[in-house]
């Protein structure tokens, strides 16, 4: 279909959306290599061309997995990114309006851990694209790799000797805090929190602005690998209340995504002397009482 309308008199293969976006930014965010291919070598065709977002086509075929997830994941996105960095009028690091470069958005990417390495490799391979870039709200491609459980982002990133690990975003939230409160599995959490510490020490008890640790976070979760990794680092606070009052073993009582998960933390914690089991938060509410609304009633 792409093909016949190109060769039809009239059509402009760069004609833009009311979004702004054009022909070629909608082939690239589906990773559509072929169609890419073709729209590429049409005369006028602007491969750099922003869109209201400012996202540039290389912006949207990096973070495609919003659009083309298949079983195996987004598996021509890093074709279109190769592509597209072929083409000399392409800026590498282009920031859409959040801030937010193809790199990072490449390390956000949560439906294939092999698509997000090639494609953040194929980035990194040009000199003008910075590792540690933050976004408007202060989170760099780590940050944002170690939300997702992007290991092999993450393993890539953290080889860069310019990637400080331990840099935290506006709300004081560091790349471990991130991995921390992990929600879509606990082995993928502990896996990456290990990352984060062995490769590169990261501050395994750095509060954020609300005063919540990495445990608090791993606790919340349901991480008990995590858990059991971070309350086994030296100068780790099991017991440490953010400005709720909320101690890491609060916010496991909380945890209401399965009362199994939620028991095998809290006993981890309650294995410490230093745990107070009656402590309240600055509501007033115990252990029992977040126990009891999220109806954890095996303890």
Same mark, same amino acid.
């Given at each position: 279909?792409v093909?016949?309308?190109?060769?039809?008199e009239g =059509?402009?293969p760069?004609?833009? #959306?009311?979004?702004?976006q054009?022909?070629?930014?909608?082939?690239?965010? &589906?990773?559509?290599e072929?169609?890419?291919?073709? %729209?590429?070598?049409?005369e006028g065709? #602007?491969?750099?061309?922003p869109?209201?977002?400012?996202?540039t086509?290389l912006?949207?075929?990096?973070? /495609?997995?919003?659009? /083309?997830?298949?079983?195996e994941? /987004?598996?021509?996105a890093?074709?279109?990114?190769?592509l @597209? %960095?072929?083409?000399k009028?392409v800026?590498?690091?282009?920031?859409g309006?959040?801030?937010?470069?193809p790199? %990072?958005?490449a390390?956000r990417?949560? *439906?294939g851990?092999?698509t997000?390495?090639? =494609? =953040?490799?194929?980035l990194?391979?040009?000199n003008?694209?910075?590792?540690?870039?933050?976004?408007?709200?202060?989170?760099?491609?780590?940050?944002?790799a170690?939300?997702?459980?992007?290991e092999?982002? $993450?393993k $890539? !990133?953290? &080889?860069?000797?310019?990637?400080d690990? *331990?840099?935290? #975003?506006?709300n004081?939230?560091?790349? @471990?805090?991130?991995?921390?409160g992990?929600? *879509?599995?606990?082995?993928?959490?502990?896996?990456?929190?290990?990352? !984060? %510490?062995e490769?590169?020490a990261?501050?395994?008890d750095?509060?954020d602005?609300?005063g919540?640790?990495?445990l608090?976070?791993?606790?919340?979760?349901g991480?008990w690998g995590? =858990?059991? $990794?971070?309350?086994?680092?030296e100068g780790?606070?099991p017991?440490?209340?953010?400005?709720n009052?909320?101690?890491p073993?609060?916010?496991?009582?909380?945890?209401? *995504?399965?009362?199994?998960?939620?028991?095998?933390?809290?006993?981890?914690?309650?294995? @410490?002397?230093e745990v107070?089991?009656?402590q309240? #938060?600055?509501?007033?509410?115990?252990l @029992?009482?977040h126990?009891?609304?999220a109806?954890?009633?095996?303890?």
């Open positions: 279909m093909k016949l309308l190109l060769q039809r =059509v402009d760069n004609k833009p #959306d009311k979004n702004a054009t022909p070629l930014s909608h082939a690239a965010r &589906g990773g559509h072929g169609v890419v291919k073709m %729209l590429l070598e049409q065709v #602007d491969p750099n061309k869109d209201n977002s400012a996202r086509p912006s949207h075929a990096s973070g /495609c997995w919003n659009y /083309c997830v298949t079983a994941g /987004c598996v021509t890093e074709e279109v990114v190769k @597209l %960095l072929e083409r009028e800026h590498p690091d282009h920031p309006n959040n801030g937010r470069t790199l %990072l958005y390390a990417y949560q *439906n851990s092999a997000a390495e090639g =494609v =953040v490799k194929s990194l391979e040009r003008e694209v910075r590792s540690d870039q933050p976004d408007k709200k202060g989170r760099t491609p780590l940050s944002h170690a939300e997702a459980g992007s092999k982002a $993450i $890539i !990133l953290l &080889g860069r000797e310019e990637v690990p *331990n840099m935290s #975003d506006d004081g939230r560091t790349p @471990l805090s991130y991995a921390a992990y929600r *879509n599995g606990a082995a993928t959490a502990e896996r990456v929190v290990k990352l !984060l %510490l490769l590169k990261a501050k395994s750095q509060s602005k609300k919540r640790t990495p608090s976070y791993a606790a919340g979760a991480n995590a =858990v059991k $990794i971070l309350f086994g680092r780790v606070d017991d440490k209340p953010d400005e009052g909320r101690t073993l609060l916010y496991a009582a909380g945890y209401q *995504n399965g009362a199994p998960t939620a028991e095998r933390v809290a006993k981890l914690l309650l294995e @410490l002397q107070k089991s009656d309240p #938060d600055e509501k007033g509410r115990t @029992l009482s126990a009891a609304r109806g954890n009633r095996e303890w």
